[in-house]
Structures are given as structure tokens and as C-alpha cells.
């Protein structure tokens, strides 16, 4: 879309456009200091743009001493990442790549051709021998770090490879909800704080809660989950769990259809519930961030699930398509993300209206109530 485009979505908020001005005429664009000759690192970083325009935006405004670590580190995970979504391999032979990527990151040399030509990141792993080459440069406390996440999430991601049960009817519990976001999304957020802490840009003693770290990485999965409704309905994958949407209709493709719409809209109380519980956990891992270009980073994409969680409560858009924040509601959000206070502020503003949506008739009602209280009181007085 033009700038225009989405001066216009904004033209009911006008903060909105301020933003948006400031961000296209006034922020100076970040330029990477990569020499020329430096020609793999360079093609690192264009794939990081081409798999991940928001994560490579906040990635590139890191301090130098561990944003190509992080770089690379996101690489090697979306590698990983293609492999498992990708339909067109055949489980046989895409268990044992999952389960010895982590040692693929040593051979040099190694790419992989196999993946679907629809595949959107296949080019990608045609040219991991770049990434591995780059991967090989960091310092070994960076490397150690990616290949234990790597090892772990790639035994997860095979382990659910070989479920079928979890293959034909999807997330069953809570609990299984929470371990296959733990397997996709926590296990980056204890990489990505143990890469901080290495790098010297935050205190050691954060990678030592790993708790609050697998909390920033599900709350930010969840909000993914929840918004990709229809898409990961059409392509047969079912990761809302059962035990939460069982309780409203049959079947998990009800809630899309006519006639279902109340139910639907408890039900998506419901899992937004189920998220809201890793916003103070959030808040707290976030609180004890010291370098501005970390504390950016985390904080960056935790108030856009924010509010793309108030924007999907109570909506029955999220059914019928992918909802999103408005660009110039994201830009101003982002300029806001300088220090705690502005984010618990932010997360505040987002649970009220929430609560302001809420309704009473709704059997989650008091507990939607009580949840964003303790988001709200959080922080209030900081």
C-alpha cells in the first residue's frame, strides 16, 4: 500500500498521522556497516528481509555486538522452520533433517533442494551454505547458543512429525497448546536472552529465568495462532486447542460459518483468555532490559500482540480474515517502545479496551475482567 493508503486508513487518528509522517520523511533509514567485499553476510541480511520484513527491521536496529548473531540465529530457525511446514517432504525424510539440523550448522557447504517449489523460503535453504559459512564466523558462546536452541526445537518439531494423532486432529489440551508454542516460539525467546546476556548488552543473571523468557516467546506465538484462524483452517491445521473451542461448537470450523457467530465470538474470548496470561510475565522479563536497542527489540513486537489481541476481541473478522493493526498505529506504537513505563502504558490502554468490549454475557466474562486488571495494575504507579 502507498503512504497515502494509509494516511487514509489513519485519517480518524490523527497521532496516527503524525507517525506515519514522521517515519517516512523524518526517521533516517538504518544503514548496515557491511563492507562490499563482504558478500555473504550481505545476501544473510537480504534473506532476512525477504522472510521477515517486521523481524528484520527491529533485528538491523541492534547494537553490532550481537545483532549478526541474532541474524543468523533467525535464519537458521526459519531453515528449520521450512523443512517442518513443509508438506511436500515426506515425514521419512524430514524427521531425521529435523533432528540433525543442529549439527548440519557444521558441515560446510550443505544446502538442501528438496523443498516444494511453492515454497515460499525454499531459496533459502538452496543457499544455507551462505548461512552456515556466516553461522561458522560468530564467536563459539553465539554458536553454542543457536545450536542448542536448534538441536531442541528440531527434536520438537519431529517429535509432532511423528504424532498422528496430533496430525490428524491438531492441538487437544491446554497444556499441548502451551508445549507446542514452548517448542516454536519459547525456545527463541531463551535463545534470544542467553544471546543478550552472552553479548554483554544485558546482565547474565536474566538468562537465568527461563520462565519469563518462554513467556514472551508464547504470548507473541499465540497472537499469531489466534489471528491465522482461517489460513491454518484452509491448509487442514488445527492449533486453537480442542479442550477450549470443544466447548462451543462440534466442529473447529464452525466458528467460521453462519449461525455460529455468538459461540464463536466466546470462543474467541476464550483462547485471547488463555493468552492474557503471559502479558504480566512480559511485562515483568521486559522491566529488567537495560540496553535501549534490546529493550526495542523485545518490546516492539509484545505491544503489536497486544494490540492485535484487542483488536480481535470480540471480532468476528478474525474468522472470516486476517486481521491487522493499522500501519500507522503500528508506526506510532513503535516510536512509543523507548522504555517500560511507555510499554506498561501502552499494554494498559490495550486491556482497557478490551474490558471495554467485554460482555457480560459472556461465560468468561469475570475472567477476562480479572485478567486485564492485573495488566493494568501492574505497572501503574511506575
Known amino acids: 500500500m502507498s503512504i497515502a493508503s494509509y494516511l487514509f486508513q489513519s485519517i480518524f487518528h490523527p497521532s496516527e498521522i503524525t507517525a506515519l509522517i514522521k517515519h517516512k520523511f523524518i526517521k533516517p533509514k538504518v544503514t548496515l556497516k557491511i563492507r562490499p567485499e563482504q558478500k555473504q553476510k550481505i545476501r544473510c541480511y537480504e534473506f532476512l528481509d525477504k522472510t521477515s520484513r517486521s523481524f528484520a527491521a527491529v533485528i538491523k536496529e541492534l547494537d553490532e555486538d550481537v545483532r549478526d548473531a541474532i541474524c543468523i540465529f533467525y535464519l537458521v530457525l526459519r531453515g528449520l522452520d521450512t523443512i517442518e511446514d513443509d508438506m511436500s517432504i515426506p515425514n521419512e525424510k524430514k524427521e531425521p533433517l529435523l533432528r540433525s539440523f543442529h549439527e548440519i550448522l557444521s558441515q560446510k557447504g550443505w544446502n538442501f533442494t528438496g523443498s516444494g517449489p511453492h515454497e515460499k523460503d525454499r531459496q533459502l535453504l538452496v543457499e544455507f551454505n551462505i548461512v552456515i559459512d556466516e553461522f561458522l564466523s560468530l564467536r563459539k558462546e553465539f554458536r553454542d547458543i543457536i545450536a542448542d536452541i536448534a538441536n531442541e526445537m528440531g527434536n520438537g518439531m519431529a517429535d509432532y512429525v511423528n504424532n498422528a494423532m496430533h496430525n490428524k486432529y491438531g ?21 534470544l536472552t542467553r544471546l543478550f546476556a552472552v553479548s554483554g548488552l544485558e546482565n547474565p543473571e536474566l538468562e537465568k529465568d527461563t520462565e519469563l523468557s518462554i513467556h514472551m516467546g508464547l504470548f507473541l506465538q499465540k497472537a499469531n495462532i489466534i489471528r491465522d484462524y482461517l489460513e491454518d483452517l484452509l491448509d487442514g491445521r488445527k492449533f486453537w486447542p480442542k479442550e477450549i473451542w470443544s466447548n462451543y461448537v462440534e466442529d473447529f470450523s464452525q466458528l467460521k460459518e453462519s449461525g455460529y457467530e455468538t459461540k464463536a465470538l466466546n470462543c474467541l474470548s476464550a483462547i485471547i483468555l488463555n493468552a492474557l496470561h503471559h502479558a504480566p510475565e512480559c511485562l515483568n522479563y521486559m522491566n529488567q532490559l537495560h540496553n535501549r536497542s534490546v529493550f526495542s527489540f523485545c518490546a516492539i513486537p509484545q505491544v503489536m500482540a497486544i494490540a492485535t489481541f484487542a483488536l480481535m476481541f470480540r471480532n468476528y473478522d478474525t474468522f472470516q480474515k486476517v486481521v491487522k493493526i493499522r500501519r500507522g498505529e503500528a508506526i506510532k506504537l513503535i516510536q512509543r517502545c523507548t522504555n517500560i513505563h511507555e510499554v506498561a502504558s501502552i499494554f494498559r490502554e490495550y486491556n482497557r479496551i478490551i474490558i471495554s468490549k467485554n460482555d457480560p454475557k459472556d461465560p468468561n466474562f469475570m475472567k477476562i475482567s480479572v485478567a486485564c486488571g492485573k495488566v493494568i495494575n501492574l505497572f501503574k504507579y511506575i
Do not use: M, P, R, S
Request: charged share 20%; net charge neutral.
Open 171 to 191: 492441538v487437544q489440551t491446554n497444556k499441548d497448546f502451551d508445549k507446542y508454542c514452548y517448542y516454536v516460539a519459547g525456545l527463541v525467546g531463551i535463545g
